[in-house]
């Protein structure tokens, strides 16, 4: 039974992915490989106690402190173990609905954190259970994972890390791979990696990221990402499944057919790339920008941003060119692109840092405005004037954001002017 394909949420769960050299053919594949079952007597005990009507939390966690495997599967990998629903991508506890209210309560082995450690409540008991049950994976993952690198033809492995995560994997004499993640923070994640071909990286893909809470906006670059849930339009693979694939296909080409690995990995992306630069410069929206609307200067600071940044991107082209491989017609095009994109922006940006002052004393003013409706829905005892207040501050924190997004992208405009003006000179 293909249980990829069948199974694709068991994924980090109860499989992984790795990428394996075929001695016979120096082919590289993707394996499936399954993981262990370690712990399963000490989980079936533990899901003993939980169904067990008489036994309380404390018997739970006594259970875990008694056992020293266990003890250490549950005190360790909590940056593997706990996601949010985006975790379907990477394989994930998606099922598992317990995390906010595992996060609020503190969950401890000590069990200090427990308001009644002698409740024998079975709702309590079991979403313990599936704390310890999702530490238990974690484990058995990362066990999989260490025993697949100690084989010499083992290149690659699927993992499932939280938060920011860089990786190297030395796949062929000709081919390395940079893994880039960030798992678990929800529009905030990203999967992507970059081919370091014959020591030269390419970059022709960059990712917008937003990081939410700290309202930051950083452009990523790829040789390619991937997404993190499926396109229900789209039956192609996504997430790992189509990370694994594009690594396969890339390595084995390099190896039978270099000039094809090249137009394929390294021209036509560059191709598609300075393509759309092309056209965005082109288009009438570039040339007749409408200041006082947020949602065009939002699209004209995401295009400006992309298009002065693959200025970075030439002196790996220029390299590439050095070793033959026939790409300076993107450098001249890339060129092109930001010298009108600089007289865009030049003819623009005065008139919309003049926004900015009003911009900043109306925030200001909704910033106390939202602290004094918060304040004021700590008094009120009426549930539906309650739920009214909220959709009154709703609309406020709506009114702050697309004050705060315009600071964001005057800021982003000016960087992208900056970075032309640093490499045109």
Same mark, same amino acid.
């Given at each position: 039974m293909d249980v990829a394909n069948k199974y694709p949420r068991f994924l980090n769960r109860h499989y992984i992915l790795a990428i394996k050299e075929n001695l016979q053919s120096h082919c590289f594949e993707k394996t499936i490989i399954t993981c262990g079952t370690e712990l399963d007597k000490e989980r079936a005990e533990l899901y003993a106690i939980c169904t067990d009507c008489r036994k309380s939390v404390k018997n739970m966690l006594d259970y875990i402190n008694s056992r020293v495997e266990l003890k250490l599967a549950y005190e360790s990998f909590n940056g593997d173990a706990r996601y949010n629903s985006l975790s379907t991508a990477f394989g994930g506890l998606c099922d598992f609905e317990y995390n906010a209210f595992g996060e609020k309560q503190k969950w401890g082995i000590a069990g200090a954190d427990l308001s009644n450690l002698e409740s024998t409540d079975k709702d309590i008991k079991y979403k313990l259970f599936k704390l310890v049950f999702q530490h238990i994976i974690a484990y058995r993952r990362d066990i999989t994972i260490k025993q697949c690198l100690q084989d010499a033809n083992t290149k690659f492995v699927t993992h499932c890390r939280k938060g920011f995560s860089t990786s190297e994997y030395k796949i062929s004499n000709s081919i390395k791979i940079i893994l880039k993640t960030n798992f678990a923070y929800g529009r905030s994640s990203y999967l992507g990696l970059v081919i370091m071909y014959k020591g030269l990286q390419i970059l022709p893909c960059h990712d917008l990221v937003l990081f939410w809470h700290t309202r930051i906006t950083i452009l990523m =670059?790829?040789?390619?990402?991937? +997404?993190? #849930? +499926? /396109? %229900?339009? *789209? +039956?192609?693979?996504?997430?790992?499944?189509?990370?694994? *694939?594009?690594?396969?296909?890339?390595? !084995? %080409?390099?190896? &039978? =057919?270099?000039?094809?690995? &090249?137009?394929?990995?390294?021209?036509?992306?560059?191709?598609? #790339?300075?393509?759309?630069?092309?056209?965005?410069?082109?288009? !009438?929206?570039?040339? &007749? %920008? /409408?200041?006082?609307?947020?949602?065009?200067? =939002? %699209?004209?600071?995401?295009?400006?941003?992309? &298009?002065s940044s693959s200025l970075k991107f030439m002196n790996s082209l220029r390299k590439f060119e050095q070793n033959h491989i026939s790409v300076g017609q993107f450098i001249y095009r890339i060129q092109k692109c930001n010298e009108q994109l600089k007289i865009r922006i030049e003819k623009y940006l005065p008139d919309i840092i003049l926004r900015i002052p009003k911009c900043k004393s109306e925030l200001e003013k909704l910033e106390l405005t939202r602290l004094e409706l918060e304040a004021k829905k700590q008094l009120l005892q009426n549930e539906d004037g309650v739920n009214q207040l909220i959709n009154t501050i709703n609309d406020v924190r709506t009114q702050i954001r697309i004050r705060k997004r315009l600071i964001e992208n005057t800021q982003l405009i000016q960087q992208s002017l900056r970075q032309i003006r640093k490499y045109i000179k």
């Amino acid at each position: 039974m293909d249980v990829a394909n069948k199974y694709p949420r068991f994924l980090n769960r109860h499989y992984i992915l790795a990428i394996k050299e075929n001695l016979q053919s120096h082919c590289f594949e993707k394996t499936i490989i399954t993981c262990g079952t370690e712990l399963d007597k000490e989980r079936a005990e533990l899901y003993a106690i939980c169904t067990d009507c008489r036994k309380s939390v404390k018997n739970m966690l006594d259970y875990i402190n008694s056992r020293v495997e266990l003890k250490l599967a549950y005190e360790s990998f909590n940056g593997d173990a706990r996601y949010n629903s985006l975790s379907t991508a990477f394989g994930g506890l998606c099922d598992f609905e317990y995390n906010a209210f595992g996060e609020k309560q503190k969950w401890g082995i000590a069990g200090a954190d427990l308001s009644n450690l002698e409740s024998t409540d079975k709702d309590i008991k079991y979403k313990l259970f599936k704390l310890v049950f999702q530490h238990i994976i974690a484990y058995r993952r990362d066990i999989t994972i260490k025993q697949c690198l100690q084989d010499a033809n083992t290149k690659f492995v699927t993992h499932c890390r939280k938060g920011f995560s860089t990786s190297e994997y030395k796949i062929s004499n000709s081919i390395k791979i940079i893994l880039k993640t960030n798992f678990a923070y929800g529009r905030s994640s990203y999967l992507g990696l970059v081919i370091m071909y014959k020591g030269l990286q390419i970059l022709p893909c960059h990712d917008l990221v937003l990081f939410w809470h700290t309202r930051i906006t950083i452009l990523m =670059n790829f040789s390619k990402s991937f +997404p993190l #849930m +499926p /396109d %229900l339009d *789209n +039956p192609e693979p996504w997430g790992w499944e189509a990370a694994v *694939n594009y690594i396969v296909d890339a390595v !084995n %080409l390099a190896s &039978i =057919n270099e000039q094809t690995f &090249i137009d394929r990995y390294i021209v036509s992306p560059c191709e598609q #790339m300075v393509e759309q630069f092309e056209k965005w410069v082109a288009h !009438n929206d570039f040339y &007749i %920008l /409408d200041i006082s609307s947020d949602d065009e200067i =939002n %699209l004209f600071a995401i295009r400006a941003e992309r &298009i002065s940044s693959s200025l970075k991107f030439m002196n790996s082209l220029r390299k590439f060119e050095q070793n033959h491989i026939s790409v300076g017609q993107f450098i001249y095009r890339i060129q092109k692109c930001n010298e009108q994109l600089k007289i865009r922006i030049e003819k623009y940006l005065p008139d919309i840092i003049l926004r900015i002052p009003k911009c900043k004393s109306e925030l200001e003013k909704l910033e106390l405005t939202r602290l004094e409706l918060e304040a004021k829905k700590q008094l009120l005892q009426n549930e539906d004037g309650v739920n009214q207040l909220i959709n009154t501050i709703n609309d406020v924190r709506t009114q702050i954001r697309i004050r705060k997004r315009l600071i964001e992208n005057t800021q982003l405009i000016q960087q992208s002017l900056r970075q032309i003006r640093k490499y045109i000179k």
